[in-house]
T-cell receptor, first 112, second 111 residues
Framework: NAGVTQTPKFRILKIGQSMTLQCAQD?????MYWYRQDPGMGLKLIYY???????DKGEVPNGYNVSRSTTEDFPLRLELAAPSQTSVYFC???????????FGPGTRLTVT | QKEVEQNSGPLSVPEGAIASLNCTYS??????FFWYRQYSGKSPELIMS????GDKEDGRFTAQLNKASQYVSLLIRDSQPSDSATYLC???????????FGGGTRVLVKP
């Protein structure tokens, strides 16, 4: 199993550009999450999904959108990128049982 | 706003000593508590979970929970340089399978 995979690993965007961060998991987990982590800070929940076709906002959803058309994939869309979105983005998944969220390796995004 | 608070550190500990990390949370209804370790440039990894008041030991790690005081702690015994990392406290609140993370405590273990 590859676990949780994220692409790209690094990206530099100009202000106003758009992009999609990809996240996929092969563990058949129902729950998937997107977090952002600013330097020296904890993780903030952006959006999450409890299953295909169901998404909901987290703590910091402004400037982002998500979709969940399949169990495996949970892409995060940034529209009109702003410098405040410079951060490391982590995707995670959870089976709904037990206690562990599995994290992907992260995407480091810089908006200039 | 449900909050989880940690001292940002750095917590400097001599090799072989005990590192003590603290975390407080605001959602009194929280039931599940987790400690994640995050090495620089890497993703978080779960090292401990605790659900009941008292202590839970796993190897060199001990998690302590006091729900009345809304306080959870992590002890690292016989600290090793490889324990140098940021430790994130996470709390699962009453609204679904979502975690709220603290800001993390950076631990430095000096040989």
């Amino acid at each position: 199993n590859a676990g949780v995979t994220q692409t790209p690993k690094f990206r530099i965007l100009k202000i106003g550009q758009s992009m999609t961060l990809q996240c996929a998991q092969d563990m058949n987990h129902n729950y998937m999450y997107w977090y952002r982590q600013d330097p020296g800070m904890g993780l903030k929940l952006i959006y999450y999904s409890v299953g295909a076709g169901i998404t909901d906002k987290g703590e910091v959803p402004n400037g982002y959108n998500v979709s969940r058309s399949t169990t495996e994939d949970f892409p995060l869309r940034l529209e009109l990128a702003a410098p405040s979105q410079t951060s490391v983005y982590f995707c995670a998944s959870f089976s709904g049982q037990g206690h562990e969220q599995y994290f992907g390796p992260g995407t480091r995004l810089t908006v200039t | 706003q449900k909050e989880v608070e940690q001292n940002s550190g750095p917590l400097s500990v001599p090799e072989g000593a005990i590192a003590s990390l603290n975390c407080t949370y605001s959602d009194r209804g929280s039931q599940s508590f987790f400690w994640y370790r995050q090495y620089s440039g890497k993703s978080p990894e779960l090292i401990m979970s605790i659900y009941s008041n008292g202590d839970k030991e796993d190897g060199r790690f001990t998690a302590q929970l006091n729900k009345a005081s809304q306080y959870v702690s992590l002890l690292i015994r016989d600290s090793q340089p490889s324990d140098s990392a940021t430790y994130l406290c996470a709390v699962k609140g009453t609204a679904g399978n979502k975690l709220t993370f603290g800001g993390g405590t950076r631990v430095l273990v000096k040989p």
